[in-house]
């Protein structure tokens, strides 16, 4: 899948172009099924934690990749776990104060639908209460990531 974003560069180059995404790896655990669904009398409370990796391959290319785990929880008992790593092969043409900000906003602000899909497919075809991932804000993972990242460093 090919995607384009963003005004062409100087020379035509996209700014932002997505050459494939892929689900690098996918898991759905129901430890306690299927005793669990007799237990089940309204939403599961869902605990969703989200990472952004970034891998520079060649040149212009990186690998920019979801990391999600969702778990549900049943009458504080382990519902389910979903664990996703949502990848995207993309080539960056900003200028070189922009690259960082565009792989970790961007580039996953684009990927992200996609993702949402896949998660949403894995849990109705898993046989569990359906699930719409609400939109991320990354610019604020990308701003928290920064001050940890400067905690650290002092």
Same mark, same amino acid.
């Given at each position: 899948? /090919?995607?384009?974003?963003?005004?062409?560069?100087? !020379? #035509?180059?996209?700014?932002?172009?997505?050459? *494939?995404?892929?689900? @690098?790896?996918?898991?759905?655990?129901?430890?306690?099924?299927?005793?669990?669904? @007799?237990?089940?009398?309204s939403q599961p409370a869902m605990k969703i934690d989200v $990472?952004?990796?970034?891998?520079?391959? +060649? *040149?212009?290319?990186y690998n920019v990749e979801l990391n999600?785990?969702? $778990? !549900? $929880? %049943?009458?504080?008992? @382990?519902?389910?776990?979903? +664990?996703?790593?949502?990848?995207g092969? %993309?080539?960056i043409h900003v200028p070189e104060e922009h690259i960082q900000p565009v792989l970790m906003i961007e580039v996953p602000h684009m990927l992200f639908p996609y993702a949402r899909q896949a %998660? /949403?497919? %894995?849990?109705? *075809? #898993?046989g569990l209460?359906?699930?719409?991932?609400n939109p991320i804000d990354f610019v604020a993972l990308y701003k928290a990531r920064a001050q940890a990242e400067t905690a650290t460093k002092n």
């Open positions: 899948m /090919s995607e384009t974003s963003q005004k062409p560069q100087e !020379g #035509g180059q996209p700014a932002i172009q997505i050459h *494939n995404q892929y689900i @690098k790896d996918l898991s759905l655990e129901i430890p306690h099924a299927p005793e669990i669904f @007799k237990n089940i009398k $990472d952004i990796n970034v891998r520079p391959l +060649e *040149n212009a290319f999600f785990r969702i $778990d !549900g $929880d %049943v009458e504080e008992q @382990k519902f389910f776990i979903v +664990e996703m790593s949502y990848c092969v %993309v080539e %998660v /949403s497919n %894995v849990m109705f *075809n #898993g209460p359906p699930i719409m991932l």
